[in-house]
Structures are given as structure tokens and as C-alpha cells.
């Protein structure tokens, strides 16, 4: 398995401003991703991030509204821009590892934008 | 995206009845499906997993079943327990090479157990 860890765990933050979500993860991975899931809602994939190489997102998902870092097998960050309420949810980090190639999921960050 | 979802967003039963969670795929290429389960204030934890080459696969008082031919998913939970209270969500993936990669969930039903 893999332990994930977040930060932060919540916020609250003011409408135009950014946060940056951090993860990272207790051993090296190569793939890593960013889900977002709204309230009451299922998750949905933002994008697929690996170390080394610029960050794929998915369709609707934009590099400038949320732009990612991978420094190294370890550690990737997710910002929220220019936050608006529409973008309060909460945002996962999980890494495929394993033989089986299983997803594993961190706790996740529990973002209000007011 | 493809569409995953499941059939009944709410399932109540009582503690030490089995639960049946179901779920209905549409993208007949997918071969790799996955149930997690969520507790709140956590992220999803895996639960189980099938590859479309099997129609059914048990682990602990869990038990997955794959109908291919009508694009259906369940999940079967034997003498369900207060810890089993839970939002549990199906995914699939089209496995490319050796490397899940990304992941479309269902909508998730959320399983109450009664003691």
C-alpha cells in the first residue's frame, strides 16, 4: 500500500485568491493524480500528473485554473486559482503503485470558498 | 468520459444481513473494475477489483460480480457490520499496457447499517 498524506486538510478561503494543496506520499511512485469531488458528488479526475513531464488534464480541467507541480516521485502540488464559490470541494491526490497497479487515495483537502 | 453509474444512490440494512451494492457501465472496452469504499472525511479506500477475463472474484465477506453482457457491476457484502456504513463507489478503467492510469466513477451509493 501507500500512505498519502495532505496539506492542508481544510480551508476557507476568499473568493479570487489561490491555495495550493500539497502530497506526499511515503515512498517513490511515478504516477500521481488530482480528483476533485464536490459535495455529495462522485469523484472526477483533474489530471494525471508525473515527475518530469508536464501535468495531462482532463477535459473541462485547464492548466492555468489549476496548475500542478512534480519536483519528484515523492511530493506534488495542486493550486486553485482565482477561486470562485463554484470551486469548493474537496481535492484527493492518489498514486498507483503495487503489481496490481491499485490507486490509492489521500484524505484529501476540504476546500470552502466564500 | 465514459459513464459509470450505479443504480440506487441509498442502501439501508440491518446488521448481519448481506448488501448488495450495484453499478452499470457503459463502455463495453473497459476491463478493470474497481469498488472503494468511503468514509466520511476520508479518501476512497480500495475494496476490491475484477479484470473482465473473470465473472467473479471473493475477499474478505466481499464478493464482486461482473456481467459483461449487460454491463453490470455488484458488490456483495456478507453479515454487513456498523463499520461497513459507508459511500461506496465503482470505477473502471480501459487498462492501457501496465499502467491503470485513469479511473471513471460511479456515482456512489451510500450504505447504512443498522444495529
Known amino acids: 500500500s501507500a500512505v498519502i498524506s495532505q496539506k492542508p486538510s481544510r480551508d476557507i478561503c476568499q473568493r479570487g485568491t489561490s491555495l495550493t494543496i500539497q502530497c506526499q506520499v511515503d515512498?517513490?511512485?511515478?504516477?500521481m493524480f488530482w480528483y476533485r469531488q464536490q459535495p455529495g458528488q462522485s469523484l472526477t479526475l483533474i489530471a494525471t500528473a508525473n515527475q518530469g513531464s508536464e501535468a495531462t488534464y482532463e477535459s473541462g480541467f485547464v492548466i492555468d485554473k489549476f496548475p500542478i507541480s512534480r519536483p519528484n516521485l515523492t511530493f506534488s502540488t495542486l493550486t486553485v486559482s482565482n477561486m470562485s464559490p463554484e470551486d469548493s470541494s474537496i481535492y484527493l491526490c492518489?498514486?498507483?503503485?503495487?503489481?496490481?497497479?491499485?490507486?490509492?487515495f489521500g484524505p484529501g483537502t476540504r476546500l470552502t470558498v466564500l | 468520459g465514459e459513464s459509470v453509474g450505479l443504480h440506487l444512490p441509498t442502501l439501508s440494512v440491518q446488521e448481519g444481513d448481506n448488501s448488495i451494492i450495484n453499478c452499470a457501465y457503459s463502455n463495453s472496452a473497459s476491463d478493470y473494475f474497481i469498488w472503494y469504499k468511503q468514509e466520511s472525511g476520508k479518501g476512497p479506500q480500495f475494496i476490491i477489483d475484477?479484470?473482465?477475463?473473470?465473472d467473479k472474484r471473493q475477499g474478505q465477506r466481499v464478493t464482486v460480480l461482473l456481467n459483461k453482457t449487460v454491463k453490470h457491476l455488484s458488490l456483495q457484502i456478507a453479515a454487513t457490520q456498523p463499520g461497513d456504513s459507508a459511500v461506496y463507489f465503482c470505477a473502471e478503467n480501459t487498462n492501457r499496457g501496465s499502467t491503470l492510469g485513469r479511473l471513471y466513477f460511479g456515482r456512489g451509493t451510500q450504505l447504512t447499517v443498522w444495529p
Open positions: 492518489s498514486v498507483e503503485k503495487g503489481w496490481r497497479n491499485e490507486q490509492f
Open positions: 515512498s517513490q511512485v511515478t504516477m
Open positions: 475484477i479484470r473482465s477475463n473473470m
